[in-house]
């Protein structure tokens, strides 16, 4: 009997891990909202598509194909080991959308990196920030030279690089760093920028780790920082989430403060705790306002445009988001931290 029963588990296993798998963003149709509202009588904006928790986000492409040999697999499994947990994200932070259309996404309270991929049709984790050592406190995340991919972990002070498949292949800034949490990269000139919060500075180092220049000292005049968060680069401009100066400050490639964005108030628009910050192709920027739940719009001169959040989006709205990135295909991400998911909205042009 129990060579019966291994034997069926094994035929189980291989049909289903044969049956392809695609990635849904789990959005009911009743969710399907657009920014402004329709009673706002304005153009629609962006539209909501969902949102990324974990395994769940992972449907057999035929439900009906094999539904029974699941349940059965199921059914088996629970008899061996117990009903297991399904991997969910749990206090997700920032993240990147990869050349083969990969989501990224680090998470501070896992440990570790979630690998979203849609081709693939699966979800991996990738815990090792070297050999020897696993993540700690997994922050900002960009792609790095080749196919490689960096990640800041803020506990560990370093910056690590990893391969496609998240193999470690080595690290940047030990010693140099005291609390590294954002990071961007300038693709054409080989830069990595580095937002050391504890350092209240932007350190820029080469793909090759070594560190090239310092931007910044604490202070709020232009271009002095006050724990600086995230960061993002977009065509010859260095945003950064200027957090505890209630500011997004935009720095050209020679380090020269050139952009402000926000100002510190109690309205919507206004900026009290900004974390991430992204911007899109079309030149519109896009901000964490965390103290208020809510995703900021403005256009590339730094005029306020509208809010994302709120009631509009599937569980009531963020819950003190952290990173926002945005990909080639005009979709708009926020690692909404304290709800444990990745809200996803599609950009429908205009502004």
């Given at each position: 009997m129990k060579r019966l029963l291994a034997?069926?588990?094994?035929?189980?296993?291989?049909?289903?891990?044969?049956?392809?798998?695609?990635?849904?963003?789990?959005?009911?149709?009743?969710?399907?909202?657009?920014?402004?509202?329709?009673?706002?009588?304005?153009?629609?904006?962006?539209?909501?598509l969902g949102q990324l928790l974990g395994e769940s986000n992972f449907h057999a492409k035929n439900p009906e194909a094999g539904g029974n040999g699941r349940k059965l697999l199921a059914w088996i499994v629970g008899l061996a080991q117990g009903r297991e947990r399904p991997v969910t994200l749990q206090r997700p932070q920032a993240g990147v959308v990869d050349h083969a259309g990969r989501v990224l996404v680090t998470d501070v309270s896992r440990n570790a990196v979630y690998v979203f991929d849609e081709a693939q049709g699966k979800l991996d984790v990738w815990e090792q920030a070297t050999r020897r050592e696993r993540f700690a406190a997994p922050i900002g995340i960009a792609l790095g030279r080749g196919s490689e991919i960096l990640v800041c972990d803020a506990d560990l002070g370093r910056v690590f690089r990893l391969a496609a498949d998240g193999t470690p292949l080595g690290e940047i800034g030990a010693g140099l760093l005291q609390r590294p949490t954002g990071i961007a990269r300038d693709?054409?000139?080989?830069?990595i920028f580095v937002a050391d919060t504890h350092a209240?500075?932007?350190?820029?180092?080469?793909?090759?780790?070594?560190?090239?220049?310092t931007w910044g000292?604490?202070?709020?005049?232009?271009?002095?920082?006050?724990?600086?968060?995230?960061?993002?680069?977009?065509?010859?401009?260095?945003?950064?989430?200027?957090?505890?100066?209630?500011?997004?400050?935009?720095?050209?490639?020679?380090g020269r403060p050139v952009l402000r964005?926000?100002?510190?108030?109690?309205?919507?628009g206004n900026l009290v705790r900004p974390k991430g910050v992204a911007a899109d192709d079309e030149g519109n920027l896009y901000v964490v306002e965390s103290m208020h739940d809510t995703l900021l719009v403005?256009?590339?001169?730094?005029?306020?445009?509208?809010?994302?959040?709120?009631?509009?989006?599937?569980?009531?709205?963020?819950?003190?988001?952290?990173g926002v990135w945005v990909d080639q295909r005009g979709r708009v991400?926020?690692?909404?931290?304290?709800?444990?998911?990745?809200?996803?909205?599609?950009?429908l042009g205009g502004h």
């Open positions: 034997a069926t588990l094994v035929l189980l296993l291989a049909a289903c891990a044969s049956e392809p798998r695609v990635l849904q963003f789990d959005a009911a149709p009743q969710q399907a909202r657009v920014f402004p509202p329709p009673q706002t009588q304005e153009v629609p904006r962006y539209r909501y693709a054409q000139n080989g830069r209240h500075a932007i350190k820029v180092f080469d793909d090759d780790g070594r560190l090239l220049a000292q604490r202070g709020d005049g232009p271009g002095e920082l006050n724990y600086p968060t995230h960061l993002a680069w977009r065509e010859g401009l260095l945003l950064v989430a200027d957090s505890m100066n209630a500011r997004i400050q935009g720095f050209d490639g020679q964005v926000g100002e510190r108030g109690l309205y919507v403005f256009d590339r001169t730094g005029r306020f445009l509208m809010p994302l959040g709120g009631s509009e989006i599937e569980g009531g709205g963020f819950y003190l988001p952290a991400f926020v690692a909404d931290m304290f709800n444990g998911r990745v809200a996803v909205f599609q950009f």
